[in-house]
């Protein structure tokens, strides 16, 4: 492994962690609402959080790619509180892999909430705990299983993009080459003993923290 493959893994492990980390705020009450809500917008929001299970991540790049042009309105709003085209930037890479990993954040978590016994929430709520109380101290406890499967899906999913980032981020070096572009350009110019590290690497991390969430599923389960 080579400078560019670490700045690569830096990268990436950035990128990942950033988008985990907008994920929990954007994903968690989207996932409490779909899982408690009834409104019939329900049926129109659903389909577009799972939207980029199915489709082909270079469509979601061409479409991302058009907003973040200055001739659209995302793209112009950002030069003018920027200064600086937003396609090909990391920022870019981070707004693109929030959509894109959105479901493999929201789905695990709105099955936990859809889990908790509301007679549970009523009874907090008799006790006089307040909305946010009890989403803390009854929900939260009660759907760590599924924050821990949300939040390492969410990471890997982010880890392993490639069609999206490419659209979005180019192949820059030291600021949008993360690990599968990377792996992609030692592939193409032949250079099979470094595609080798970086593609092993990648699925020995991913065999771990799916170890890791299926150990803890089973210790929860078992308690």
Known sequence: MNDGDLTSLLITAQLASITTIILAFIGTPLAWWLARTSNPIRVLVEPIVALPIVLPPTVLGFYFLMAFSPDNFLGNLWILLTGSPLAFTFSALVIGSVFYSLPFYVQPLQVAFENVEQGLLDAAATLGAS?????????????????????????????????????????????????????????????????????????????????????????????
């Open 131 to 223: 909305n946010l109380d009890s989403f803390f101290s009854v929900i939260v406890p009660l759907s760590r299983r599924g924050f821990v499967v949300a939040a390492c899906l969410a990471f890997a999913h982010t880890v392993g993009e490639f069609g999206i980032v490419l659209m979005i981020g180019g192949n820059i070096p030291g600021e949008t080459r993360v690990l599968s572009i990377a792996l992609f350009d030692h592939v193409e110019s032949l250079q099979y003993q470094n595609a080798h590290i970086l593609a092993g690497g990648l699925m020995i991390f991913s065999f771990l923290l799916l170890s890791v969430v299926y150990s803890l599923n089973r210790k929860w389960q078992s308690r």
